[in-house]
């Protein structure tokens, strides 16, 4: 039903910035919301920031808080992931996901994920 794209990664010193992208296609007119979730090599996908369709509520894991800003045009049909004061430990792939209602930080609750995107983040 929904189709979505990351874009936006790369390579980047520590305290530098980057931001990301989620594009979505498809059934885009239904009111859903979208998370962002980080998968480094031999760990689970982890909870990053989720946004409401609204684009009202947020929520961010403790790791990114204040670091991190989620935001949402649903014109665009896409959302953002704007990252500053990266760390090392912010290198991973990114996703993004979406899923019908209201957001959540479990990864069980998303229906739909992008391919996602490697930002890697040197010292």
């Known amino acids: 039903q929904i189709q979505l794209v990351e874009s936006g990664g790369g390579l980047v010193q520590a305290g530098g910035s980057l931001r990301l992208s989620c594009a979505a296609s498809?059934?885009?007119?239904?009111?859903?919301?979208v998370g962002w979730f980080r998968q480094a090599p031999g760990k689970e996908r982890e909870f990053v920031a989720a946004?409401?369709?609204?684009?009202?509520?947020?929520r961010y894991t403790d790791s990114v808080m204040g670091r991190f800003t989620i935001s949402k045009d649903n014109a665009k049909n896409t959302v953002y992931l704007q990252m500053n004061s990266l760390k090392p430990e912010d290198t991973a792939v990114y996703y993004c996901?979406?899923?019908?209602?209201?957001?959540?930080?479990?990864?069980?609750?998303?229906?739909?994920w992008g391919q996602g995107t490697q930002v890697t983040v040197s010292s």
């Open positions: 946004i409401s369709w609204s684009g009202g509520n947020t």
């Open positions: 498809g059934r885009t007119r239904s009111t859903y919301a």
């Open positions: 996901a979406a899923r019908p209602w209201g957001l959540s930080a479990g990864v069980d609750a998303y229906d739909y």
